[in-house]
T-cell receptor, first 114, second 114 residues
Framework: NSKVIQTPRYLVKGQGQKAKMRCIPE?????VFWYQQNKNNEFKFLIN????????QIDMTEKRFSAECPSNSPCSLEIQSSEAGDSALYLC????????????FGHGTKLSVL | GDSVTQTEGQVTVSESKSLIINCTYS????????LFWYVRYPGEGLQLLLK?????QKGSSRGFEATYNKEATSFHLQKASVQESDSAVYYC???????????FGSGTRLLVSP
């Protein structure tokens, strides 16, 4: 069973509010991914890290999304000013050696922006 | 870009009957991608069901099988006899050669009726 811990499980925010979610990857996993899964079950890759370094990320031109994976602290994903379209399930996953290995997923944080 | 297509949003099968869930992919990078099936059981996080990294090979787990068909660019999931406990959402996915992210299909919900 996966031991990727995501908090909170549910997050409700008003439009314009900041939304922050956290992820503790499986112990010993240096690679961490964030995905957004919308109501149509479609996955959107957001960003991934190896240790504290960003490997790849979408073009966050809106600058509303930011993420980090500091050493000895949970990884986090933050939306500076939430919009209704941000309502989705945010999934964190970790792996031992990257995408050729299995990903271990958390339960996700379900964000609702009212 | 790379993509994964699952044509059925939901499949209903009677217990003990056979199952096939379709998956086709498109990979634009040089070389053959790695292919995966992930599953989300009710109330649980997404977890790996099986993976195949070599074209022409078959992967199997928990009675499910999938064959990497590079000519047809398909990776259909099959099971000879389903059980109620197989009711879940199944996601086909790929990682491109040398890529940093996993590309998911939109999922197929399997309902097994008693």
């Amino acid at each position: 069973n996966s031991k990727v811990i995501q908090t909170p499980r549910y997050l409700v925010k008003g439009q314009g509010q900041k939304a922050k979610m956290r992820c503790i990857p499986e112990k010993g996993h240096p690679v961490v991914f964030w995905y957004q899964q919308n109501k149509n079950n479609e996955f959107k890759f957001l960003i991934n890290f190896q240790n504290q370094e960003v490997l790849q990320q979408i073009d966050m031109t809106e600058k509303r999304f930011s993420a980090e994976c500091p050493s000895n602290s949970p990884c986090s994903l933050e939306i500076q000013s939430s919009e209704a379209g941000d309502s989705a399930l945010y999934l964190c996953a970790s792996s031992l050696r990257g995408t050729n290995e299995r990903l271990f997923f958390g339960h996700g944080t379900k964000l609702s922006v009212l | 870009g790379d993509s994964v297509t699952q044509t059925e949003g939901q499949v209903t099968v009677s217990e003990s009957k056979s199952l096939i869930i379709n998956c086709t992919y498109s990979a634009t990078s040089i070389g053959y991608p790695n292919l995966f099936w992930y599953v989300r059981y009710p109330g649980e996080g997404l977890q790996l069901l099986l993976k195949v990294i070599t074209a022409g090979q078959k992967g199997s787990s928990r009675g499910f099988e999938a064959t990497y068909n590079k000519e047809a660019t398909s990776f259909h999931l099959q099971k000879a006899s389903v059980q109620e406990s197989d009711s879940a959402v199944y996601y086909c996915a790929l990682t491109p050669t040398g890529g940093y992210k996993v590309v998911f299909g939109s999922g197929t919900r399997l309902l097994v009726s008693p």
